[in-house]
């Protein structure tokens, strides 16, 4: 077995469309913060040198009560809902380690299903890959070229979520795997009047509270979080980070916010987290 295997780090990374320049065009500029976060992001990931990405997104089509991994040898998929097919992604699929991770979750109860690829796709549940994956590979692409995995959110708990990131933690080390954890997802949508979900002034304290967790490293303190407070914040990104926390959860972290803004009413948080006993450059 690799003694470096199982998991390296971890991001919480935002997948706002606009972010690629064929799609944002001079909103790019607007977001410079997030951007120029990515771009140190992907140099540092990168550095880690890890042999794949374990991703979850909240837009991946999901199940009310299990978690989704893709298994087809490739996934692959484009911007054309947002009005550009030019601008298209495709990766490998490490399925040997997905397949493990559906044992894993097997043995231990959590319900996590293959998606098998269908003449229909994937089992005529949406695309390949979705933009809460798309976004923030076309800028990991450009520092490294690793295969992936694709998870999904799910309708179950947020414990259960935690524990899906256990699970992706022991099949990397089951199977020797060094990998790094890419939690998907935006915080609140209701940060100004003309946010997308409407405004509310709870939305900026949701954003505050998941930005000092992030800050700390004190992701245990998201079971504080009110369920008022969540609700009201209109976020898509909550179930990711718990499954980023049971990935990380092994002792004490180094936390690095790279960025955080909500220009357009929707809150964009860019960090990385690494054991405290590991050195990366952002």
């Known amino acids: 077995m690799n003694a470096e295997a199982g998991i390296l780090g971890g991001c919480i990374v935002p997948h706002p469309p606009l972010l690629v320049p064929d799609i944002g065009g001079r909103d790019v500029e607007t977001v410079r913060s997030t951007r120029e976060a990515m771009e140190r992001l992907g140099s540092a990931v990168r550095d880690l040198g890890p042999d794949v990405l374990v991703m979850i997104s909240p837009h991946t089509p999901i199940f009310r009560d299990a978690f ?18 030019q601008v298209r992604i495709s990766k490998r699929n490490d399925v040997e380690l997905a397949r493990a991770m559906v044992e894993e979750a097997e043995s231990e109860g959590l319900p996590l299903v293959a998606l098998e690829r269908s003449r229909g796709g994937w089992l005529d549940r949406g695309e390949e890959l979705d933009h809460g994956l798309l976004v923030p590979l076309y800028y990991l692409d450009q520092y490294l070229e690793t295969p992936i995995i694709s998870l999904s959110i799910s309708g179950l708990d947020y414990r259960s979520h935690f524990h899906l990131g256990r699970i992706a933690r022991a099949a990397c080390l089951r199977m020797g795997r060094k990998a790094v954890f890419v939690a998907s997802g935006d915080l609140s949508h209701r940060l100004t009047r003309g946010a997308p979900a409407g405004y509310h002034p709870l939305g900026s304290e949701f954003d505050r509270r998941i930005v000092d967790i992030a800050r700390t490293g004190d992701f245990d303190s998201l079971y504080l979080l009110e369920e008022d407070l969540v609700e009201a914040a209109g976020e898509c990104g909550l179930r990711s980070i718990h499954a980023l926390w049971g990935a990380l959860k092994d002792g004490e972290l180094e936390n690095h916010v790279l960025s955080y803004e909500g220009p357009f009413g929707v809150g964009y948080l860019v960090s990385l987290h690494l054991p405290a006993t590991r050195e990366v450059g952002v």
């Not at 989704?68 to 097919?85: H, I, M, Q, Y």
Request: aromatic share 12%; proline share 6%; charged share 20%.
């Open 68 to 85: 989704t991994v893709k298994v087809g040898e490739r996934l692959e998929g484009s911007f054309a809902s947002f009005g550009c097919p």
